[in-house]
């Protein structure tokens, strides 16, 4: 696992360092949208609905419309204005029972690891969590947005779980239930029998997800069996990219490769001076030193014929 924030719970006057945690992921399979004829991702782009241009990501800001039909837009300095928590603090509020905690408010739970030389600190709080059976409330940063969240422990390790704001939670409000009759004592009696025949300790390892399952076994016989619906990926995508970082790669890409032709001149280009209006260039690299005097040159060779002709003469001679 790799930490997504690190902080410190601020714990009356004790502080204890942690690195925080995702401590669930997805097992779905997640699916990209294709063209059905030649399999071919689809790409979307930011596209203004008044002048109908592409608008790259840095000019984009946030708006609110409100229900009258006026638009706000606020910039990144309107949200740095805004109240928050300490960015790398998380705060204890008070403690509470743990039972008191509805689980419908329970977000995203993290796992917190100590991040000090000495965890002296942190078993401590665990333990103190563990021994009073209370939950603590905290507030927490993180991307900008101050949640609400309930620190707690198990097997000895403190975690985290945003919780959502009251407001957030709605009110069940069904008339059906308005006039309903109270159950009757023989059939709570039959009911609860039927529980009791049914309960067990719950072990999460004896539930699996048989959809996903089914499907991952579909995935590999089809491309283990291949087809005309089946199509081979030149490059594989990367999830969750951006589409103007993927243009931008490919615009680097495309550069180092038109530069590959002329890097002697860029160097040149980039140490070099005008001199002038005419302009002259100086590249500023020291001239190689010329030589005091030449080589020698080495004597010819005499050609083979030549050769030949003088040892006939001279055996004539003798």
């Not at 689809?42 to 592409?54: D, P």
């Not at 039927?194 to 089809?222: G, I, K, N």
């Amino acid at each position: 696992m790799r930490s997504i924030w690190k902080g410190a719970i601020a714990f009356g006057l004790v502080n204890v360092p942690v690195k925080v945690y995702s401590a669930t992921e997805s097992h779905d399979i997640r699916f990209h949208q294709v063209h059905a004829a030649d399999g071919g991702r689809i790409k979307y782009q930011r596209v203004c609905s008044e002048c109908g241009e592409i608008i790259p990501f840095q000019d984009i800001d946030k708006a609110y419309e409100s229900d009258e039909g006026v638009r706000v837009v606020l910039t990144d300095d309107d949200f740095e204005k805004l109240p928050a928590a300490e960015k790398h603090e998380i705060p204890v509020l008070q403690f509470v029972p743990t039972e008191q905690i509805d689980p419908i408010l329970f977000e995203k739970t993290y796992y917190l690891e100590p991040d000090s030389a000495s965890p002296k600190a942190y078993a401590l709080l665990a333990a103190t969590l563990e021994r009073s059976d209370r939950t603590a409330l905290v507030h927490f940063t993180l991307r900008q947005r101050t949640r609400l969240a309930a620190l707690r422990t198990t097997d000895g390790v403190l975690v985290l779980q945003a919780l959502l704001w009251p407001d957030e939670v709605r009110a069940a409000e069904f008339g059906a239930l308005d006039d309903v009759t109270a159950p009757t004592d023989k059939e709570l009696a039959m009911a609860e029998t039927l529980v009791e025949s049914m309960s067990d300790d719950f072990d999460p390892a004896e539930f699996t997800d048989e959809y996903q399952l089914e499907l991952r076994a579909l995935l590999d016989d089809a491309i283990e069996r291949g087809g005309e619906k089946v199509f081979q990926v030149a490059e594989a995508s990367t999830e969750g990219e951006d589409a103007e970082v993927l243009d931008l790669v490919a615009a680097l890409q495309r550069s180092v490769k038109a530069a590959g032709g002329k890097q002697d001149t860029d160097e040149q280009d980039t140490d070099t001076t005008k001199s002038g209006t005419t302009g002259t260039k100086s590249t500023g690299r020291k001239a190689p030193a010329k030589k005091t005097a030449a080589k020698k040159a080495a004597p010819k060779k005499p050609q083979a014929s030549e050769s030949t002709a003088k040892k006939s003469t001279a055996r004539k001679r003798a």
